[in-house]
T-cell receptor, first 116, second 113 residues
C-alpha cells in the first residue's frame, strides 16, 4: 500500500515563475492537508481539502497561493509569481474519511522548492 | 486557536541514557495530542497519540508520552536512547472542534555514542 506520494521532490523556479506541487494521498484517504516547513520555524498549516472542496484555508497566503483536490487525480498546490521567500519544504498529508480527530496524519516526503 | 510549545531547540543525550523531549499545549476544547519524528529529507512519521484514557501512552520504537492535564504537557520519553533516535521531533495538537493539526517548531535530538 503506497504511502502519500509527492512530486517533484525538488523544484527550482526563478522569481516570477509558477510552481505546481502535486500530492497523491494514501489509497482510501479523502482528506488532504498542506504544510510548509521553514528552517527554525516548524510546520505551518496552509490548507485542508476534501475531494472537490476546500474545508479550511486559513493558513494560505491571500495572494498567489491556491490549492485544489479534484474528483480525479492528485491534489495540487499552486504558487504563482514565486518570490525568494517562498523557498521552503512543502509537505502534504492525508487521512481517511470518517475517523474524525483521532486519526494521525500520514505525510509524504515533501517537495523542496528553491526560488532563485 | 490551538498551539504547541517545544521550549528546547536541541536535546543532547548520551546513548543508553533516558531521553525526554518537552511539549506544552494550549487548546480551547479537548486536546488530541500527537508526536511525530522527522529524519533528514523525509516526511514526518507518526510515533504516538493521546486521545483519551490512560495518561501514559506507548508508541513506536520504544517511545512513550505522558499526558498531564493540570500542566497542559505531553512530554515524549524513551528509557534508553539509541544513536538512531537522532532526529527532529514534533509535538502536535488538534482542538476537538476542528481538523487542523498545529505543530510545535520541533526539537533536534542528538544521541551521542
Amino acid at each position: 500500500n503506497a504511502g502519500v506520494m509527492q512530486n517533484p521532490r525538488h523544484l527550482v523556479r526563478r522569481r516570477g515563475q509558477e510552481a505546481r506541487l502535486r500530492c497523491s494521498p494514501m489509497k482510501g484517504h479523502s482528506h488532504v492537508y498542506w504544510y510548509r516547513q521553514l528552517p527554525e520555524e516548524g510546520l505551518k498549516f496552509m490548507v485542508y481539502l476534501q475531494k472537490e472542496n476546500i474545508i479550511d484555508e486559513s493558513g494560505m497566503p491571500k495572494e498567489r497561493f491556491s490549492a485544489e483536490f479534484p474528483k480525479e487525480g492528485p491534489s495540487i498546490l499552486r504558487i504563482q509569481q514565486v518570490v525568494r521567500g517562498d523557498s521552503a519544504a512543502y509537505f502534504c498529508a492525508s487521512s481517511p474519511p470518517g475517523t474524525g480527530n483521532n486519526s494521525p496524519l500520514h505525510f509524504g516526503n515533501g517537495t523542496r522548492l528553491t526560488v532563485t | 486557536a490551538q498551539s504547541v510549545a517545544q521550549p528546547e531547540d536541541q536535546v543532547n543525550v548520551a546513548e543508553g541514557n533516558p531521553l525526554t523531549v518537552k511539549c506544552t499545549y494550549s487548546v480551547s476544547g479537548n486536546p488530541y495530542l500527537f508526536w511525530y519524528v522527522q529524519y533528514p529529507n523525509r516526511g514526518l512519521q507518526f510515533l504516538l497519540k493521546y486521545i483519551t484514557g490512560d495518561n501514559l501512552v506507548k508508541g513506536s520504537y520504544g517511545f512513550e508520552a505522558e499526558f498531564n492535564k493540570s500542566q497542559t504537557s505531553f512530554h515524549l520519553k524513551k528509557p534508553s536512547a539509541l544513536v538512531s533516535d537522532s532526529a527532529l521531533y514534533f509535538c502536535a495538537v488538534r482542538d476537538g472542534g476542528n481538523n487542523r493539526l498545529a505543530f510545535g517548531k520541533g526539537n533536534q535530538v542528538v544521541v551521542i555514542p
